[in-house]
């Protein structure tokens, strides 16, 4: 039989892989931990390694007190108990879902696969929130911003900071920025990929960006641009140059850890709040928010999946548009 692509065979592989396993694991004793290594070796070509690596990290760490529990087993009692170990830790809300929701993933491959029960899923319930205040998003107003750029002492990374802070990428967007990615012609610059430095053995590692939509060409306001192309006749002084270098970090990319303290140092020598790297986005879109800019356009420029992520995560910056609103219904 011939593919078309080599991933075609590398799932054929996979499924055959499965179909193998599957005759040799008798049902009624199949336990969590078999179906865990089953499930990762299923799930090894449908998402990033870096994900691969969070579920890893997850079963691991909080799932695999329950590994030798036969999955036809498994009842409310084990479940009470799984959420116990996991408040006990003191994870987020969220990262307790997810740890659960892997878990339920887990189960319903394996009811899916090998027909054991799934009963005790009826018994799940999301962790929840209670009486906790939601922290205020923190973003540099454009005066802050510029007391803030005035104190980063290198000229490269006060570009990076600027295209942070006026076209809203992810840190990871920023970083993985080749110059082929820049179209000076044009003004535009190509959001095509994510760079992490955080998976362990790996200088860094490059994947499609985070969703579809994050694949996007933004045109580059004129500052940036002119910082940029400043950039660009620089690095072409060296013999080696290539356009497949990083815009932020020449052969290698910059690192998180100088990020950081660059952007630590620079807001304390400028005296304004610590923010983030990924407040920078938000200061982003605050500040086309409050120029006037429609919601429609800020999810398109920050390349959000849909317009109510952008509507849900900043709709309290549309009050004033909000009051508007009211007052035109009053003057009817």
Known sequence: QKYKTLKDVTNEETLYKLQVMQKNISTSVLTIDQIWKEYYVWKTNKIKKQSLNKIMVQYNGYIKILGNIKMNDLN?????????????????????NKVQGLLASLIRYSNKYYSTSIEVLKYFESFKEVDKIKKEMLYFTYEEYLKFIDKVDKFDYKTFFQVLYFMGLRQGECTALTWRDIDFKKKTLNVNKTLTTKLKGETYTITSPKTKSSCRILPIPNGVLESLKILNSDVKKYTDFSNSWFVFGNSLPFRETTIQFKKNKACKLAGVKQIRIHDFRHSCASLLINKGASIALVSKYLGHSNISITLNTYTHLYQSELDNMVKILDNL
């Open 76 to 96: 409310i009692k084990h479940y009470q108990y799984f959420k116990n170990e996991l408040d006990k830790n003191h994870l987020s809300v969220v990262y307790k």
